[in-house]
């Protein structure tokens, strides 16, 4: 067999189908490593070798079937030929180590290289052999469907449902590492904004919140020329207008409707009664995501949030919500914050009852938050009891001195920078 053939034309040919199983090889590797997401914008963008990979993609075992049957039928044929050669060299050292020779040939060139290269650079790999292989599956669609159903039938005896596939959905989780991967590609505001989306599950309007205590708000009880004054000196949009106390809460004053009807000067309390919407509840403890939701849903800006008992723990706004995403609206500099502001002994006096995400998202600390939601929870919960003024602790890496209490409540408190730097707090955290 081939005795006409010359030796370098069979040379040849089994470079050729070297080049064949290379072919196979990595592939099979660069279409299994292609990033779907990555391979879906592309196929939606018109690119043929995409949408050609991502057909042959939705069937993984009868591609995986046609890649080994032609990696096999070309493997097979390299060493039968192989042996045709070592034959007509007439040496029986040849034929001896012929097979030994070949097995690292088919190794390193068909195999590890093609591989590796392919998972390197898996796209430039798998579109281009994409047009090769659609085609093939086509011409080898009743040869690969007997592999497939016989290889089936096998992995049923043992239990396995090849119908069975994990899924190709990202989680959450998974979502937000592939952002945080993909920090340093982003612009740090479009990074913040992505990350500010995914966190919004895991915070709840109790977290955000404005306490009960901290309302401003049109109190009816008062004589008409203070509440003239409280609108006039209002920086809000929006005032929760109430009778003695935020609980009996009678609903919102839009300020632009106020001017729209003629201003104060013909208002009276009943008048001023008459502008006010209904209030809007929500229970504490809904996730910021479903609140954004509910908020576009019911048309609302503010809600007043309640506990299991119907009392009113605080007010919580759609600016409130959306800074969570997009940080601060504010223009003015931190440290002219209302909570916060510049200590000439290298540090900031905080008011207590400033809310902890808040002063983490506007100072740039690290402040615990899966506790108390106000700076004065925390060292009331790290202390156990009331401090005294001059007191002194540690919130993590942050040194913190009491400067002020009054009636069993932290008014305010000194806060230091922290003792590790940001970065081996993100490598600790």
């Not at 049923?156 to 069975?164: E, M, R, T, Y």
């Not at 009678?250 to 013909?266: D, N």
């Amino acid at each position: 067999m081939g005795d006409g053939v010359p030796i370098g034309i069979l040379a040849g040919f089994l470079i050729f189908l070297l080049i064949c199983s290379a072919f196979f090889s990595g592939s099979e590797t660069a279409l299994m490593t292609l990033n779907r997401y990555r391979l879906r914008h592309k196929a939606k963008a018109g690119h043929r070798g995409a949408q050609l990979a991502e057909k042959l993609l939705a069937q993984p075992d009868r591609l995986i079937g046609l890649i080994l049957l032609g990696n096999n039928l070309v493997n097979v044929a390299a060493a039968q030929l192989v042996t045709l050669i070592a034959l007509r060299l007439g040496s029986p050292i040849w034929v001896a180590v012929s097979g030994f020779i070949f097995t690292l040939v088919i190794l390193i060139f068909a195999e590890v290289t093609p591989k590796t290269l392919a998972a390197l650079h898996p796209e430039r790999v798998a579109l281009p052999a994409s047009y090769i292989f659609y085609p093939l599956s086509k011409l080898l669609a009743p040869l690969v469907w007997l592999i497939t159903v016989v290889a089936g039938g096998l992995l049923k005896l043992f239990g396995v449902n090849v119908k069975d596939r994990d899924g190709q959905h990202l989680t959450v989780e998974e979502l937000h590492t592939l952002v945080s991967e993909a920090g340093t590609r982003l612009p740090r505001r479009r990074h913040r904004m992505l990350v500010g989306i995914l966190e919004l599950q895991d915070i709840t309007v109790d977290d955000i919140l404005i306490p009960h205590n901290e309302v401003i708000g049109i109190d009816l009880s008062d004589d008409w020329e203070t509440i003239v004054q409280t609108i006039r000196e209002s920086s809000y949009t929006r005032l929760p207008v109430f009778r003695d106390n935020i609980d009996d809460i009678i609903g919102i004053l839009h300020v632009k409707r106020l001017v729209q009807s003629g201003g104060l000067v013909e208002l009276n309390k009943q008048r001023l009664t008459n502008l006010v919407e209904e209030p809007y509840f929500v229970p504490e403890g809904t996730p910021l995501n479903k609140q954004l939701v509910q908020f576009q849903r019911a048309r609302q800006r503010t809600a007043f949030v309640v506990d299991e008992y119907g009392d009113i723990q605080g007010l919580v706004t759609l600016e409130d919500l959306l800074e969570e995403i997009v940080g601060e609206f504010t223009s003015e500099p931190a440290p002219s914050h209302a909570d916060v502001r510049k200590d000439d002994a290298a540090g900031y006096v905080v008011k207590a009852s400033a809310n902890i995400r808040a002063l983490n998202r506007m100072m740039q600390w690290h402040l615990p938050t899966d506790g108390p939601k106000t700076l004065n929870g925390l060292i009331l919960e790290q202390l156990e009891t009331i401090p005294e003024q001059g007191t002194g602790l540690m919130l993590d890496d942050y040194p913190v001195e009491i400067l002020n209490t009054s009636e069993n409540v932290i008014k305010t408190v000194r806060i230091r920078a922290p003792l590790s730097t940001p970065a081996e707090h993100a490598a600790t955290g």
